[in-house]
């Protein structure tokens, strides 16, 4: 076992559960289950004994369930989150947005049978998700209230080309959909351009992600129908494993060409697309993930003479992808993820909120 293994808390209030993921993360000596709870109560009273570096829980419990326990640890001991339980399916989407809304990282599902034969297909994906979480350094606790407006020094430097912005397009992978939530749910209804969204996603997750966006903002939020032209005030994802790019006529196009770095969508491919069909009329935004995804695709952007933002280190659940950005030079602004928002409104000469 390497020096400073992943301490890792799993709560879950089956026995025969408990066993099973002990077994399975033994297999990888990068990870040390270091205690275990059958309820968020008993778990909370472990963390600060036991000072886990990720908790993984499962959603329903007596006494206290995952939900509870995820906003007691945000306040109490902020720390990454892995939602492990049968009721985080393709199926449930709600549980799973109220879950990373709550504070959540991710969730895996486990398999509904509870036979250990049929927990080895998700081993890997457990093992890979929790050494993700392990790499958030910076972890802020979830803010259920809006949070308090910056003071006028802490802004962003003035905009330049107000008028001249035609679409708006942002990448975002792992804790994207709390940043994204923090963004769009602060547009105003008459936002003047179409946005294209790429958020990396486990399959059979975007359509709950579009649902849980749309209830709480007021732009209208979908799927992108191949073939349409975008118009404003609509925030357009990209259909399950395809690219979203601006064809050569300016409308939308889900594309099937391979994965760019693993990833379809691939935020590069996005950004790249309007850097091609926009130029200066384009802005990019890139948010918290893990890799570099995006990267290339802002410095396109960058080079054409458009406007792009990076989310900075400290309001990121993981800081890979903005990082990489900023280390090519293409971010021409890096601001937190509460500012972005009200960047894009002045850029837009939105009405504010």
């Known amino acids: 076992m390497r020096p400073n293994p992943i301490r890792v808390l799993l709560v879950d209030d089956s026995p025969v559960a408990l066993t099973i993921l002990q077994r399975l993360l033994s297999t990888a000596p990068e990870i040390e289950v270091v205690g275990t709870a059958r309820h968020g109560r008993e778990a909370l009273a472990l963390i600060p004994q036991l000072q886990p570096a990720v908790i993984c829980t499962d959603l329903h419990m007596p006494v206290m369930d995952g939900l509870a326990l995820t906003r007691e640890v945000m306040l109490r001991y902020p720390r990454p989150i892995l939602v492990v339980s049968v009721s985080v399916q393709q199926d449930n989407a709600q549980n799973i947005f109220r879950l990373l809304d709550a504070g959540a990282i991710d969730v895996c599902p486990k398999p509904r049978s509870g036979l250990a034969s049929d927990y080895e297909p998700v ?79 486990s399959d059979g997750f975007l359509q709950g992600l579009v649902d849980w966006l749309a209830a709480q903002c007021r732009l209208k939020v979908q799927i992108a129908p191949p073939g349409e032209l975008p118009v404003p005030g609509t925030i357009y994802f990209p259909q399950e494993h ?40 384009a802005v990019g935004v890139l948010l918290t993930g893990m890799g570099r995804d995006g990267a290339e695709g802002m410095q396109a952007i960058a080079q054409t003479a458009g406007i792009t933002i990076a989310q900075d280190e400290e309001s990121c659940a993981v800081f890979g992808m903005p990082q990489q950005a900023i280390a090519l030079g293409a971010a021409q602004y890096v601001l937190p993820v509460h500012d972005i928002a009200r960047t894009l409104n002045q850029l837009l000469q939105a009405k504010p909120r």
Do not use: M, W
């Not at 939308?252 to 691939?266: D, E, I, K």
């Open 123 to 201: 081993r890997q994906e457990l093992i890979d998700k929790i050494k993700i979480l392990a790499g958030v350094v910076v972890f802020r606790k979830h803010r259920s209230a809006s949070p308090t407006p910056a003071a006028p020094n802490n802004g962003p430097p003035p905009l330049v080309r107000p008028a001249a912005v035609r679409i708006v397009a942002i990448g975002a992978s792992t804790g994207g959909p709390q940043a994204l939530q923090t963004i769009l749910t602060a547009l105003p209804p008459d936002f003047p351009v179409p946005i294209l969204c790429v958020q990396h996603i």
């Open 242 to 281: 395809t690219h979203l790019e601006i064809d050569a006529q300016g409308r939308l196009r889900c594309s099937l060409a391979p994965p760019l770095a693993g990833h379809r969508p691939a935020v590069t491919v996005t950004f790249q697309s309007i850097a091609r069909h926009y130029g200066s009329a």
